[in-house]
């Protein structure tokens, strides 16, 4: 089965930039959503389609995809960005999810 | 706005069924597929079932298939999800999910979670 990586943990000080990663075999072809789950809510989605960003998601929020890692950049880092990020893509009808990098703004 | 309110979870023991329940607003929801995502307390996201606009196509993950039912009532604006013979490893916040697909692109809306613990 497809399987998706991620990093444990990302700090990034306050203002600064954070990229979270996101690992699996040939990911570029895949498109790659990517979830938002601040502490006791339930998860917002951030981006779809690799770099596509839901309205009333901050621009600040990005992605990219190339390769084998798709990665989640989130520019001017807030307080407020701190969370756990999940990236997830379809793999033969079966929804595939990271296991998710929680997010601490120094 | 849209909403999502989950139902139905509670403390269930093992090899006994459950049936949880959402109930949808804010949207056309014959619009959209539908999903059932669970979430292990402390831990990562696992998709469950995904059932299309009409009902004519679901999925599941491989952990549930043949155990879990997902189905939906449009003329109510609901969405089920049917678990026999539960299992420790099943306990979880259960989320509904809205999405495009039954299986693809993402999920826009999630609702709240209901709570289902498997435990004797």
């Known amino acids: 089965s497809y399987e998706l990586t991620q990093p444990l943990s990302v700090s990034v000080a306050l203002g600064q930039t954070a990229r979270i990663t996101c690992g699996g075999s040939n990911v570029e072809i895949e498109n790659v959503n990517w979830y938002q789950q601040s502490p006791g809510q339930a998860p917002v989605m951030v981006i779809n389609?690799?770099?596509s960003r839901p309205s009333g998601i901050p621009e600040r929020f990005s992605g990219s995809n190339s390769g084998t890692t798709a990665t989640l950049t989130i520019s001017r880092a807030q307080v407020g960005d701190e969370a756990d990020y999940y990236c997830q893509v379809w793999d033969s009808g079966t929804a595939v999810f990271g296991g998710g990098t929680k997010l601490t703004v120094l | 706005e849209v909403h999502l309110v989950g139902s139905g979870g509670a403390l269930v023991q093992p090899g006994r069924s459950l049936r949880l329940s959402c109930a949808a607003s804010g949207f056309t929801f014959d619009d959209y597929a539908m999903h059932w995502v669970r979430q292990t307390p402390g831990k990562g996201l696992e998709w469950v079932s995904g059932i299309s606009w009409n009902g004519g196509k679901t999925g599941y993950a491989g952990a549930v298939r043949g155990r879990f039912t997902i189905s939906r009532d449009n003329a109510k604006n609901s969405l089920y999800l049917q678990m026999n013979r539960l299992r420790p490893e099943d306990t979880a916040l259960y989320y509904c999910?809205?999405?495009?697909?039954?299986?693809?692109?993402?999920?826009?809306?999630w609702g709240q979670g209901t709570l289902v613990t498997v435990s004797s």
């Open positions: 389609r690799d770099s």
């Open positions: 999910v809205r999405g495009p697909d039954s299986s693809g692109y993402y999920f826009d809306h």
